[in-house]
């Protein structure tokens, strides 16, 4: 049986009273309580195995924004922040605070953002420990002598198995995460998806760091390499952000959530990673597979009796997923703050087939398909599809950007034009034909692409434009077969190929009808050409 010493810190001033609260325990006990209450069991590897429930993602349409003085004339109002009243979200807050009064309750003191001048810090009060042991894993963790004067900001109250009431309580269905900007406080209830605490946080500084500090906020991951030059990779799950980003060659300084400062350093919002684990392999992803150890936590996968996880079997859900502490990667930037950007990647996963492996962007092209944030969906990977179907993500992040898009497009292009960055589009999905016929673009060309850009190579190479989308493609790439630049040149049926370019393309028109009325012509300039 696990010893745990409640510790004598109160949540009277939350509103939860009288509850046995076990304050900043380590991950093996967080990992030790857990197994012994029959929420999760230990895999082969030595880490923490749970499931979350009912959900095995996020809910988009139940994260709400508390319309108040500080939010009304600031937030982008709509399907994607969506308005919740402040009286309300009192009366709720009070209901869920009464519910774990009186229970047993992990806490959590943690900051977010690594770079001393930008800290926010966190308490994080967590009905669960395998909740909790996530917090630890993914927000970054304050040494034994600042706890002695930690002072949280913003508090994360973590309900999983409380359910609201829709009609009474003005949430859409019995589960929530909402952002209260006035009282800084992040409530979460009804759903045990781990990634709601981090991206509620990680919403919580998008407000706060353009608004306040004028840094840009990015749903990015970043590397640093020996010459001290930081790389930036931008992309929506699925496309290879956490992947490319753990390059043995470079040190990582995180894969998720960055803020990109005035001073012109890119800093790490986080302490961990969250990669999905579909398909994993030591193969392709040693640093991913060798991370999952004591300390790391699987969601949703299934193993056997031995505790051998079977990575392909999605019979619970296609985002499995692993959190685990930065530290478990073992070439890293510490601490997680890189300096001179000089290479952006855009990342997608084009199941259609039809956008090249690599290309280099004008400033305008770069500000279209970062307010576009192209990738697209592959049959099985939500109910309802049975074939690619394009999918749009303002800033590769619009779940999470309660400000407008084009206000982040604008502080990305005046930081990209400040420090003279290449800008780079990256296919990581389909060649040879769209999803079904093609097949995915193998990870050691998309490495080796990667790499000719951030040593330079690809600078005294001959482009050639894309004819649909006027994308600048490289004719030649060392260890990357020539053929494979040109995505037609992949293609047996090459008019199948120009009709599917030209749907994408028009996809893409569509998508940005949204956004023209913000757009300058430069902008407008980076569309399809077709």
Sequence with gaps: MVNLDSKSISLDSLGIKNATVHFNLTSDELHATTIEKGQGKEASSGALAINTGEFTGRSPMDRFIVKDEITKDEIWWGDINIPFDAGKFDKLYNKVTNYLSEKEIFVRDSYACADEDYKLNIRVVNEYPWSNMFAHNMFLRPTKEELKTFSP???????????????????RQHNFAILNFSKKIALIGGTGYTGEIKKGIFSALNFILPVDKNTLPMHCSANVGENGETAIFFGLSGTGKTTLSCD??????????????????????EGGCYAKVIDLSAEKEPEIYNAIKKGAIL?????????????EDVSITQNTRVSYPIYHIDNIQTPSIGKNPKNIFFLTADAFGVLPPISKLTPGQAAYHFISGYTAKVAGTEAGINEPTPSFSACFGAPFMPLHPTKYAEMLSAKMQEANVNVWLINTGWTGGSYGTGSRMKLKYTRAMITEALEGRLDAVRFVQHPVFGLSMPTTCNNVPDEVLNPKDTWADKTAYDAKAMELATSFKKNFKQFEEYANEEIMAGAPLK
Aim: charged share 25%.
């Design 299 to 311: 969601e949703n996968v299934i193993m056997d009796a031995n505790g051998n996880v079977d990575f």
């Design 248 to 269: 043995p060659t470079r040190k990582l300084i995180g894969d998720d959530e960055h803020g990109w400062t005035s001073e012109n350093t890119v800093f790490n919002f």
């Design 153 to 171: 900001e913003w508090t994360v109250i973590n309900a999983p198995g409380f359910m609201a009431e829709a009609e009474v309580d003005g949430t």
